[in-house]
Each structure stands twice: as structure tokens, then as C-alpha cells.
């Protein structure tokens, strides 16, 4: 089986992230967890062990010794690491009915946070919201939760804002919408 460039250390990095540390070696005896990935081989123990070292490098883990076993466990920089991969998984659940109610989320952030505004409005895009405007997006379920992780990974939460309508005065623009949406 191939992994792509920094699938195993992001393998590595979520499962840390889950169990908080693990006990580890450089010969990797007691790392079965992402080992069974890779059947055994010696292939698959250079990747793991490289994945490891990029990630101690880059400070998302660490490693300690005690009762002369090592262990390795996350850091706070390897914790907001993993904020950015489920960030590039995130989805906006849709419920099985739609209640007739649009949800919009409005945002002005200032000029000083410009690539956060960028990023915002990019990654609203991407998990389905609808851009009426530059700072003004809509969708037919609730989208709240999602949009204030975000807001808050990219630290402009406080500049967001929400409402609900149950119509548009503009019938051909709502039945667009509709269609967009598919509902």
C-alpha cells in the first residue's frame, strides 16, 4: 500500500492526538498501532521512523524516557497541527428535511486580519456555504458550529454573525438557491 507525503505522520500526529501519548522505541516493537499499516516490513519501519523524527523536528511531538521505556506525546503546537487536518475534513451535516429556514452568516473583518478574511471565506466555499456577497453566505441547515470552529482556528470568531430567515423577498433568487441546494 503507498501513503502520500506526511500521511503517516499525520496518522501518527490524530492518533497522539486521540490517546494523548504512546509508548514507543526507535525499533519500533511496541508501536503496533501505525505499524500494522505497513505489513511488517522494513519498508514501512524507515517510513515510521522518519515520520517520527520530521515530527520531532517540527516540535508537534515529543519524546521521554520513563521506567526506562519511551514514550511520545503531543505537543501544544502538534495539537493546533491536528485542528488544521480536521479543519481540511470538516462537512456541514444536511438533515433529511429541510425546515424552510436560511441560515446566513455575515462577516466584516478588519484589513489587519486579511488573510484570515481570505481563509474564511475560502473554506465557507469549500464546505458548501453559498456566497451571496464577499462577506455574506448562505445555507439551508444549521451551519453554526462549523463556522465558529473555523472562526476560531483562523481567530476572527468575534467578527462573525448569524440570522435566519424564512424567505427572500426575491422569489427567483430563493428558487436558485433551492436549486443549488437541491431541495
Do not use: C
Not at 25 to 41: G, I, M, Y
Not at 63 to 86: R, S
Not at 157 to 167: D, E, L, N, Q, S
Request: glycine residues 6%; without cysteine; hydrophobic residues 40%.
Amino acid at each position: 500500500m503507498s501513503y502520500s507525503k506526511g500521511e503517516i505522520a499525520k496518522s501518527i500526529l490524530l492518533g497522539l492526538a486521540a490517546g494523548g501519548f504512546l509508548a514507543v522505541s526507535l525499533a519500533l516493537p511496541n508501536f503496533p498501532q501505525v505499524f500494522k499499516l505497513f505489513n511488517n516490513n522494513a519498508s514501512g519501519r524507515y517510513k515510521i521512523k522518519r515520520a517520527i523524527s520530521s515530527l520531532k523536528n517540527k516540535k508537534l511531538v515529543k519524546t521521554y524516557f520513563k521506567d526506562d521505556q519511551e514514550f511520545m506525546e503531543i505537543t501544544e503546537n502538534g495539537k493546533k497541527k491536528v485542528l488544521f487536518y480536521k479543519l481540511d475534513e470538516m462537512k456541514i451535516k444536511r438533515d433529511k428535511k429541510w425546515d424552510g429556514f436560511w441560515r446566513f452568516a455575515a462577516f466584516d473583518i478588519p484589513e489587519r486580519h486579511r488573510k484570515a478574511r481570505m481563509a474564511l471565506s475560502q473554506k465557507m466555499k469549500e464546505i458548501g456555504l453559498f456566497p451571496l456577497q464577499k462577506s455574506l453566505f448562505v445555507f439551508p441547515f444549521d451551519f453554526t458550529n462549523e463556522i465558529d470552529f473555523i472562526g476560531e482556528i483562523f481567530n476572527v470568531r468575534r467578527y462573525i454573525y448569524y440570522f435566519t430567515v424564512k424567505g427572500f423577498s426575491d422569489k427567483n433568487q430563493e428558487n436558485l438557491l433551492k436549486q443549488h441546494f437541491e431541495l
